[in-house]
C-alpha cells in the first residue's frame, strides 16, 4: 500500500478516497508559548497542498509533529484512517512520512549515495551492505528526477545547492506515501526549481500527498492544489489555490495588508567612497574584480548559482584569504588581511549560514549581540553587565526583535529575529560597511519587509550596504546599484533606472 | 555546461590525490619508513622472530584499540580500558583457580567486562553523562577496588592450565603468536562490521552527526550504548592475554594502557570528535608507535625518550591531518 518512486508500478494503487494524513485538534507547547493550538490539517493523496505562515506561525512544528521530531501534546494523527502514534522519526519514517528539512541534514563525511540510504541500506547476502546497490539505485534516481549530482562525491564537499538535491533525492528513495518539502528551493536555481517542480508533480501523480512549505507566493501558485495557512499557531484557512490571489494570501498570512514590500524611506546616496575594492582575485574564484561603494547607498550584488557573490563577501570583509587585489574600507587599506582588521576599520559581514557562522546558538541574545563590541563594556577587563544589558535591550526596542527576554537561547528565536540580532551586533560595534549575504533566506514575507526596512535603514543612518542576492526582487527593490557577477568576475554594473530583468540576467549568464 | 556540473567536476580530486589523501596510505607509507629505518641501523631488527614478536606485544592495544576507535567513531570516549584489565584478571583467575576451566574463567570474565560496558554506556548515552567523566570514574573506581581487594599483592595463576598459557607464549605453526592471530580476527571482524553492516554505517552516522542520524530513524542512545560494551569486551579480550602473559592477576596491570591506546588510535586517524577514522588506520597506527618502541629499544635508547618521541609524534601526526583537513575543505 505504498508508493516506490524509484520503482513505480510495483506499489499498489492507493485508495482516493481516505485522506493520506489527517492531523485533528493539534496541540503542542513551549515553555511560555503556545506553539500550535488546536489545529486541524489534513492531507489528500495525490495532492499537493501548501503550508503557508510567517516565522513562528507554527508551520515548523506542525512538520516536526509530522516527523516525529517532537511529541503533540494533544489532538490525533490517523494515517489513511488508521489512528498512529508517532513517537519518534523512525516510527514516522515506518509510516511512509518523509520530511526534507530545509537545514540540511546529512552525514558530511558520507558519500552522497550512502546518505541518500541512510534510514534503510538495501542489504544482500548474509545482511552485509550492497553497496553496489546503493550505488546504481542513487545514480539512477539522480537521472530519473534529472539532477545533476556524482553520487560517489564526499557529501561535505558539495556546495549547499547539491546537499539540498541529495536531501530531496532521499526523500525519494525509500517508500513514501506522505512527502513534506520544507523551503526545498532555497539554494536551488531557476532551471533546478523547475526539475523539482516536475518531481513533485510527477510524486502527486503517483498518489503521493505532498507538502509544500514555502514563502515564495509564485511558487505557490505554480505548484499547489491546496493552501493551509498558519498563524500564531492557529489554523486561518485551507482554501483551493484558485481561491486566493497574492493578496488573500499574504493577508491570511499576516491579518493585515502589505501594500510594498520595499517601503523605501532613505534619501539618495551619498558621493563618499565608503568600500572600494581593486583587481581582487582569490584562488578559488574571484578573477579580478573591482567597484566602489558609497556611503548611504545599497549596492545589489546579483548572480547565478556558483558566481562567486559569497565568496567575494568573505574576501572583502578578511574572512577568506585573496592573491591579489587592494580593498580600503573608509580611506584606510585592510592589511593584514582579516576579519580583526575588517572589523577595526568597520566592515563586517551578515553571513548567508546563520547557523554555522553567525550565531552561537546556545548563548543567550544578549551575548550574541555584545559579542562584537565587548570592548565598548569593558571596565578594568571586566564587561559591565548593567550596561551591556542597556545597549542590547536598545536594540530589541529599535528592531522590535521578538524575544521573550535577553536571555533567551538565540537558537529559539525566529529566522527573521535572529538575522535581526546579527544586524544589532554589527551596528553596535560602529560599522560603515556591512556586507549582507542572502539576507532573507529562509525568512518569511511578513519579516522580510522587516528586514529590507532595516537595510533600508541602515543606508538611510549612512552605512554603504553591500548586498549579495539571488533574488530578483529583492535585488531591484533595495538597491541604488546593481552589479552582476559570473564565474568569479563582474560582468555589469548598472545604476537602478538602467537595471531590467533581461539585462541583469543576460550579464549574469556572461 | 550546467553549472551543477562544473561544481562537481572541481570537487573531484585526481585519483592519485585522492589516494594520498586517505590517512590510511600516509601511515602505511610511515610504516613502512619505519621499519626500514630500523631494518638497517638495528642488528636483527627485520627478522621473523623479532617481527612476530613486536605482532604479539601488539596484540593487547590492536585489540583493546578496536574497542577505542569504535567508541571514539561514535563520538564518545572510553578511558576505563587499562583499569579494566586488571579488573577482568581477577574473576578469570578466581574461577579458573576454583573450577580449572578456562571457559568458565573467560566466560566470568567476559560477563564482568560487560556490566562494566553496560554501566559506562547506560550513564553516557541514557543518563547523558559526558563520557570523559563516566569512564574516567569508572576507572579509579575500578583500579581502586582492584587495589582493595588483592591488598596490592599479585594472585597468582595456581590452576596453569596449558591452553590458558598458550594465550601468551603459544604459537600458530610455530611462527605466529596466538595472541596476534585473536587481534587479526577481531580486527578482520570489526572491520568488516564497520565497513559493511548497517550497525557499523550506524555507528558513523551517529558520531558524524548525532542529530541527523535521529532524523534517519537510529537509536542514537542504544548505538552508543553498544559501542560501549564492544569497547569493554574487547578490553576483557586484552586482559585476558595480559593476564596469561603475567600468570597472575596484578593490580597494576594495564596502568596507563588507555593512553597507551588513545595515542595509536588518535595517531591512526580516527577522530575525537566522532565519524572519522578507521580501524585500518588505528591498526597502522599501533603498528607504527609499537615497531618504533622496539626499534629504539634496540638502538638502546632509554625508554624515557621513547615517551617523548610518542609524544611528539602525535601531536605532529594530528597537526599534519588537521593542516590536510584545513586545506581540503579550502578555508
Not at chain 1, 522580510?448 to 548586498?467: H, N, T, W
Not at chain 2, 583467575?93 to 553496560?118: C, W
Request: with cysteine.
Amino acid at each position: 500500500m505504498s508508493v516506490d518512486f524509484l520503482h513505480p508500478g510495483e506499489g499498489v494503487v492507493i485508495d482516493k478516497d481516505v485522506p493520506a494524513l489527517e492531523l485533528r485538534g493539534i496541540d503542542k507547547r513551549f515553555p511560555g508559548v503556545v506553539a500550535l493550538d488546536n489545529v486541524d490539517f489534513t492531507l489528500e493523496p495525490g495532492k499537493i497542498h501548501a503550508l503557508m505562515g510567517e516565522n513562528g506561525a507554527g508551520k515548523s512544528t506542525l512538520i516536526k509533529i509530522m516527523a516525529g521530531v517532537y511529541g503533540k501534546d494533544a489532538g490525533t494523527i490517523r494515517l489513511r484512517g488508521r489512528e498512529v502514534d508517532i513517537k519518534s522519526p523512525r516510527d514516522s519514517l515506518k509510516e511512509g512520512i518523509k520530511v526534507v528539512f530545509q537545514e540540511i541534514a546529512l552525514i558530511s563525511e558520507f558519500t552522497v549515495a550512502e546518505n541518500i540510504f541512510l534510514e534503510g541500506y538495501p542489504t544482500g547476502r548474509a545482511g552485509s551492505i550492497d553497496w553496489k546497490k546503493i550505488r546504481a539505485d542513487s545514480a539512477a534516481l539522480f537521472n530519473r528526477i534529472g539532477f545533476n549530482v556524482d553520487p560517489a562525491a564526499r557529501t561535505g564537499s558539495l556546495p549547499v545547492s547539491q546537499q539540498q538535491m541529495v536531501e530531496i533525492a532521499r526523500a525519494l528513495a525509500h517508500e513514501a506515501r506522505v512527502v513534506v518539502m520544507d523551503e526545498p528551493t532555497s539554494s536551488l536555481t531557476p532551471n533546478e526549481v523547475s526539475l523539482l517542480f516536475t518531481v513533485i508533480q510527477r510524486l502527486a501523480s503517483l498518489g503521493i500527498a505532498v507538502v509544500y512549505v514555502s514563502h515564495k507566493l509564485d511558487e505557490v501558485f505554480e505548484i499547489a492544489d491546496t493552501v493551509t495557512v498558519l498563524r500564531d499557531g492557529r489554523h486561518i484557512s485551507t482554501k483551493p489555490i484558485g481561491e486566493h490571489t497574492s493578496d488573500t494570501l499574504i493577508q491570511d498570512m499576516i491579518g493585515r495588508r502589505i501594500d510594498n514590500l520595499f517601503p523605501r524611506q532613505r534619501g539618495a546616496a551619498g558621493s563618499k567612497v565608503a568600500l572600494s575594492v581593486e583587481k581582487l582575485s582569490t584562488a578559488k574564484k574571484l578573477d579580478d574584480v573591482s567597484f566602489e561603494a558609497r556611503a548611504g547607498e545599497v549596492l545589489g550584488f546579483f548572480g547565478l548559482m556558483g558566481a562567486g557573490r559569497t565568496e567575494l563577501a568573505k574576501a572583502i570583509v578578511g574572512y577568506d584569504p585573496i592573491i591579489s587585489g587592494k580593498i580600503t574600507v573608509d580611506g584606510s587599506r585592510l592589511a593584514p588581511h582579516d576579519t580583526r582588521t575588517g572589523v577595526r576599520l568597520g566592515i563586517g559581514l551578515l553571513t548567508e549560514d546563520r547557523k554555522s557562522e553567525g550565531l552561537m546558538g546556545e548563548l543567550p541574545v544578549y551575548q550574541n549581540a555584545s559579542l562584537a563590541s565587548l570592548g565598548a563594556f569593558a571596565r578594568l577587563g571586566f564587561v559591565d553587565k548593567a550596561k551591556e544589558h542597556r545597549a542590547v535591550q536598545d536594540y530589541v526596542d529599535r528592531f522590535r526583535i521578538k524575544t521573550p527576554s535577553l536571555f533567551q537561547q538565540v537558537k529559539n528565536l525566529s529566522g527573521g529575529n535572529q538575522q535581526k540580532v546579527l544586524i544589532s551586533r554589527w551596528l553596535m560595534r560602529g560599522l560603515k560597511v556591512i556586507v549582507v549575504d542572502e539576507p532573507t533566506r529562509g525568512i518569511d514575507v511578513g519579516a522580510k519587509s522587516e528586514i529590507f526596512a532595516l537595510i533600508d535603514r541602515l543606508a538611510g543612518e549612512g552605512l554603504a550596504v553591500v548586498m549579495m542576492t539571488s533574488e530578483m526582487p529583492e535585488l531591484l527593490g533595495l538597491s541604488d546599484r546593481i552589479a552582476v557577477m559570473c564565474e568569479g568576475r563582474l560582468t555589469a554594473i548598472m545604476s537602478r533606472d538602467e537595471a531590467t530583468q533581461e539585462n541583469i540576467l543576460n550579464a549574469a549568464i556572461g | 555546461m550546467s553549472l551543477a556540473s562544473t561544481a562537481s567536476a572541481k570537487t573531484q580530486p585526481s585519483t592519485l590525490a585522492r589516494l594520498f589523501a586517505r590517512q590510511e596510505l600516509a601511515l602505511l607509507v610511515c610504516l613502512i619508513l619505519v621499519l626500514a629505518f630500523f631494518s638497517v641501523t638495528v642488528e636483527n631488527f627485520f627478522s621473523v622472530r623479532n617481527l612476530t614478536n613486536v605482532l604479539g606485544q601488539a596484540s593487547l592495544p590492536l585489540i583493546a584499540g578496536i574497542g577505542c576507535a569504535v567508541v571514539f567513531i561514535s563520538g564518545e570516549v572510553d578511558i576505563s580500558i587499562g583499569s579494566l584489565l586488571a579488573t577482568i584478571a581477577l574473576p578469570l583467575i578466581i574461577i579458573m583457580n576454583d573450577t580449572n576451566s578456562l571457559l568458565l574463567g573467560v566466560g566470568g570474565a567476559l560477563l564482568f567486562g560487560l556490566i562494566i560496558g553496560a554501566v559506562n554506556g547506560y550513564l553516557t548515552a541514557y543518563a547523558g553523562i559526558n563520557s570523559l567523566i563516566v569512564t574516567l570514574g569508572t576507572m579509579f573506581i575500578m583500579r581502586g577496588g582492584v587495589y582493595l581487594y588483592t591488598g596490592q599483592r599479585a594472585i597468582p595463576d595456581d590452576a596453569s592450565l596449558d591452553s590458558f598459557i598458550a594465550l601468551s607464549d603459544g604459537r600458530l605453526f610455530n611462527i605466529m603468536p596466538y595472541s596476534a592471530v585473536i587481534a587479526i580476527i577481531l580486527l578482520v571482524a570489526f572491520g568488516y562490521m564497520m565497513r559493511h553492516r548497517p550497525f557499523g554505517r550506524q555507528i558513523y552516522a551517529v558520531g558524524g552527526n548525532q542529530e541527523v542520524a535521529r532524523l534517519a530513524g537510529y537509536d542514537v542512545r542504544r548505538v552508543k550504548f553498544v559501542c560501549f560494551i564492544i569497547s569493554a569486551l574487547l578490553a576483557t579480550v586484552a586482559g585476558i592475554i595480559l593476564a596469561a602473559r603475567v600468570g597472575s592477576a596484578q593490580h597494576t596491570a594495564g596502568l596507563n594502557f588507555e593512553f597507551q591506546v588513545v595515542a595509536a588510535t588518535v595517531l591512526g586517524g580516527v577522530s575525537l570528535a566522532g565519524g572519522i577514522g578507521s580501524l585500518t588506520g588505528m591498526a597502522l597506527g599501533v603498528l607504527i608507535l609499537q615497531f618504533l618502541s622496539n626499534g629504539l629499544r634496540g638502538l638502546g635508547l632509554p625508554t624515557e625518550w621513547q615517551l617523548v618521541i610518542t609524544g611528539m609524534i602525535i601531536i605532529a601526526a594530528v597537526a599534519f591531518d588537521e593542516a590536510k583537513r584545513r586545506r581540503a575543505n579550502g578555508g
